[in-house]
């Protein structure tokens, strides 16, 4: 028997870890950072830096599914059953940003809306954030059934969308040009650069 290839010995890894694993450990983050913000580790500002771990963890998450498909096409490795679980992971950290920013940070609901119109970087974060609502609710086999592969990709291209407003809302949301944002706006480049790419020039 031929020996496997790198790459198809990280996917053959791969396929033994189960979903529910990925949901798992990538949840766990979350009640331990709130538990340090609870107590202290956080710094001076918890709730700022609890909304920011959360917020940074849900960009980290949705980059990492938006690499999967460019990992196969380009180096082979197959993770594609970890694109639904990673996803899912990105809205649940995006719900708990905005949960933080809204009953912790800003407490008053007038206030809130009035931030969504006024503040640019917070409606693109909002923007980004209802735009990734209906891709978590048809993220079930049941709803790729009933919309068929074609209208499922459709609905979930809205991703990129969701992504660049996400990135745009990290970069406007801190004081002055910093390199953190940025980085991660660079990786969003890359990744949606490589998309393009026809797969007769690889």
């Not at 396929?15 to 990925?22: A, S």
């Not at 049941?142 to 970069?171: E, M």
Request: net charge positive.
């Amino acid at each position: 028997m031929a020996a496997m290839t790198l790459p198809q010995a990280v996917t053959a890894q791969a396929r033994r870890v189960p979903e529910w694993l990925v949901y798992i450990v990538g949840a766990l983050p979350a009640p331990w950072l709130f538990w340090l913000g609870a107590t202290g580790g956080l710094g001076v500002e918890p709730i700022e830096a609890l909304e920011h771990e959360y917020g940074r963890l849900a960009l980290k998450l949705l980059l990492a599914g938006l690499a999967i498909t460019p990992l196969w096409r380009f180096a082979g490795v197959n993770l594609v059953k970890f694109r639904r679980p990673l996803g899912l992971l990105a809205f649940f950290y995006l719900c708990l940003h905005f949960l933080v920013w809204l009953l912790l940070d800003v407490q008053i609901p007038s206030q809130a809306w009035a931030d969504v119109v006024k503040r640019p970087f917070v409606t693109f974060g909002m923007a980004g954030f209802l735009l990734l609502v209906p891709l978590a609710v048809t993220s079930t086999r049941g709803w790729i059934r009933r919309l068929g592969p074609k209208g499922w990709g459709r609905i979930h291209r809205l991703v990129y969308v969701a992504v660049a407003l996400g990135a745009l809302h990290f970069i406007m949301g801190r004081k002055g040009l910093q390199y953190e944002p940025l980085i991660y706006a660079g990786i969003l480049a890359v990744l949606l650069g490589l998309r393009m790419i026809p797969r007769q020039q690889r």
